[in-house]
């Protein structure tokens, strides 16, 4: 499968289906293989372009990680293949890459959804923070680095935000409830859901239900 050069650095990618463009980003630490029972379903309606994110999966190593960098990526992941009606899917980092995206290149998408995006450190459960603290102490990581770190996503910055956004969390998801309510508050043309029984993962990583929830998104656009 296919690499590309993106601000100097090889990203992995694979395409996979028919139809219109449908970008997938994982979250911090996997690759684009979580999607795979989502794409089995999806792969009849849209043409999937699955990234592994700099430093993750194949794509090139790099030293430390800013969402903003990521979220340069994948705009000129989408320009140099010259992709149109782009729908775009994030899934929790991939989420917060999305937000940035749609914030300063709304233009080269059609339509968004997210899950379990964070807006900054502080809308992570405290418990969970502190550990990621401790390990970060023992033994530094540049994701761990990363999360704690970034984002710093305002009210006034979603406001800029002029697609369609479906916004997805799990009622038991490592995200504060009060900050995926925040986030589809602000954003113009959010639709909010909000998963009973699911955590952050658990609709997501190697499963169909998010398939789902993208297939009927786009259906009643």
């Avoid at 699955?50 to 794509?59: F, T, V």
């Avoid at 992709?83 to 998408?109: P, Q, R």
């Avoid at 807006?119 to 540049?142: A, D, E, W």
């Amino acid at each position: 499968m296919p690499n590309i050069n993106i601000n100097n650095l090889n990203l992995y990618y694979e395409v996979v289906g028919e139809g219109k463009p449908l970008v997938m980003v994982h979250g911090n630490g996997e690759d684009h293989k979580i999607f795979d029972k989502a794409v089995s379903l999806l792969k009849d309606r849209f043409t999937c372009y699955l990234i592994d994110s700099r430093g993750h999966g194949k794509s090139e190593k790099v030293k430390e990680f800013h969402y903003a960098d990521m979220a340069d990526d994948i705009y000129k992941f989408i320009s140099s293949l010259n992709l149109k009606d782009v729908s775009y899917y994030g899934f929790s980092d991939g989420g917060i890459i999305g937000l940035l995206l749609a914030i300063n290149h709304g233009e080269v998408l059609e339509r968004m959804i997210i899950s379990g995006a964070n807006t900054s450190p502080q809308m992570i459960k405290p418990r969970l923070i502190k550990v990621f603290k401790f390990i970060n102490r023992i033994h530094y990581n540049p994701l761990f680095a990363l999360m704690l770190n970034e984002p710093d996503i305002k009210k006034e910055d979603l406001e800029k935000i002029n697609i369609p956004v479906l916004v997805l969390a799990g009622d038991k998801d490592l995200v504060l409830e009060e900050d995926t309510r925040f986030i589809a508050r602000n954003i113009p043309y959010a639709t909010l859901k909000i998963l009973k029984g699911e955590s952050h993962t658990s609709y997501i990583v190697h499963s169909e239900k998010i398939a789902h929830e993208i297939l009927n998104y786009c259906v009643s656009q």
